[in-house]
């Protein structure tokens, strides 16, 4: 079993930056590919940046290219997100997910999520 705890979130002005943390307890999760998922007050969740177990993989969803960056710590068991150049629309509910199998996300070991608020 693994848990997964989210921190870092907050509030930020328009065009600030913030680092996003996810660390797991329980069994290791370098075994694990890493994905940051978001949710926006009425919208789905939706995949923003996912990272293999090696760290030599990378996703990024087209509406955080050159802006958000995924790294991980396996040493720590640690994923980061960096995201600059935050604007309001990246205003939402971040959760970190490690899927049990592969990178089947609907199966998936998930945080609790931390609010991220970018003010205009």
């Known amino acids: 079993q693994v848990q997964l705890v989210e921190s870092g979130g907050g509030l930020v002005q328009a065009g600030g930056s913030l680092r996003l943390s996810c660390t797991a307890s329980?069994?290791?999760?370098?075994?694990?590919?890493v994905g940051w998922f978001r949710q926006a007050p009425g919208k789905e969740r939706e995949i923003v940046i996912s990272?293999?177990?090696?760290?030599?993989?990378?996703y990024y969803a087209d509406s955080v290219k050159g802006r958000f960056t995924i790294s991980r710590d396996n040493a720590k068991n640690t994923v980061y997100l960096q995201m600059n150049s935050l604007k309001p629309e990246d205003t939402a509910v971040y959760y970190c997910?490690?899927?049990?199998?592969?990178?089947?996300?609907?199966?998936?070991?998930w945080g609790q999520g931390t609010q991220v608020t970018v003010s205009s």
């Open positions: 990272i293999s177990t090696s760290g030599g993989s990378t």
């Open positions: 329980g069994r290791t999760f370098s075994s694990y590919r």
């Open positions: 997910a490690a899927p049990k199998y592969g990178s089947i996300w609907t199966d998936a070991h």
